[in-house]
């Protein structure tokens, strides 16, 4: 499984970008998807999370701003993010989880980074 990020950019606070992440290859078993972030100096977080049958998670650092979605007839992971923060500049990385035979492997895209200047 390949995932691609793309959509982050410089943003001033208050603003809003919307990040894809586009999956190929053995895409049939993808199971969860999710979006992290990582700050300079700091520990990658989950940001968001889409399970298989649609229930979501989010840290509690976005809710009510971000909204993560997913689109499995086009392979696709969204986060559209509101009323953004400085707090919010990281690299954003899309996750996918496959499990086949009850093994779970999980795949990780390049990164796209996302700039809120106050």
């Known amino acids: 499984v390949q995932l691609v990020e793309s959509g982050g950019g410089l943003v001033q606070a208050g603003g809003s970008l919307r990040l894809s992440c586009a999956a190929s290859?053995?895409?049939?078993?993808?199971?969860?998807m999710a979006w992290y972030r990582q700050a300079p100096g700091k520990q990658r977080e989950l940001v968001a999370v889409?399970?298989?049958?649609?229930?979501?998670n989010y840290a509690d650092s976005v809710k009510g701003r971000f909204t993560i979605s997913r689109d499995n007839a086009k392979n696709a992971v969204y986060l559209q993010m509101n009323s953004l923060k400085p707090e919010d500049t990281a690299v954003y990385f899309c996750?996918?989880?496959?499990?086949?035979?009850?093994?779970?492997?999980?795949?990780w895209g390049q990164g796209t980074q996302v700039t809120v200047s106050s």
């Open positions: 889409i399970y298989n049958r649609g229930s979501i």
């Open positions: 290859g053995n895409t049939f078993n993808i199971n969860t």
């Open positions: 996750k996918a989880w496959t499990v086949v035979a009850g093994t779970a492997l999980d795949y």
